[in-house]
C-alpha cells in the first residue's frame, strides 16, 4: 500500500523558510518521479517542483530560484527547501508520486499525501 507523509508545514512570516518533507512507503522509491503540489483556496491544484529518479529537477516559474527539491533514496523522502517565501505561497501543499514517463500536472498523478497548510503571513 503506498503511503505518502507529508510534515514541516506551518505558519511563517514574509521573508522566512520552511522545508517540507514527504516520507514515502509502499514503493521502490528511488525509480519513481516525485512531485510536490499546493492548493490555494479557490484556486486549481497546480505543480510547484517535480525530481526524477535521476535527480533532474523542474519547477514553475514562481518559486523558481527560491525553492529547492531534493531526495534522499536511502530514506524514501522527498524534500521542498522553500526560501523567501510571499503571502501568495500560502496554500496545501501536497507530495506526489508521479506516473512513469510523467509529463508534470495533477490529472495523471494517482497517489497523494494528506497534504500539509502553509501560511505566510505577518
Known amino acids: 500500500q503506498v503511503q505518502l507523509v507529508e510534515s514541516g508545514g506551518g505558519l511563517v512570516q514574509p521573508g522566512g523558510s520552511l522545508r517540507l518533507s514527504c516520507a514515502a512507503s509502499?514503493?521502490?522509491?528511488?525509480?519513481?518521479?516525485m512531485g510536490w503540489y499546493r492548493q490555494a483556496p479557490g484556486k486549481q491544484r497546480e505543480l510547484v517542483a517535480g525530481?526524477?529518479?535521476?535527480?533532474?529537477?523542474n519547477y514553475a516559474d514562481s518559486v523558481k530560484g527560491r525553492f529547492t527539491i531534493t531526495r534522499d533514496n536511502a530514506k524514501n523522502t522527498v524534500y521542498l527547501q522553500m526560501n523567501s517565501l510571499k503571502a501568495e505561497d500560502t496554500a496545501v501543499y501536497y507530495c506526489?508520486?508521479?506516473?512513469?514517463?510523467?509529463?508534470?500536472?495533477?490529472?495523471?498523478?494517482?497517489?497523494w499525501g494528506q497534504g500539509t497548510q502553509v501560511t505566510v503571513s505577518s
Open positions: 525530481i526524477t529518479s535521476r535527480g533532474a529537477t
Open positions: 506526489s508520486k508521479e506516473p512513469p514517463f510523467t509529463a508534470w500536472g495533477p490529472t495523471a498523478v494517482t497517489y
Open positions: 509502499g514503493i521502490i522509491f528511488s525509480i519513481y518521479a
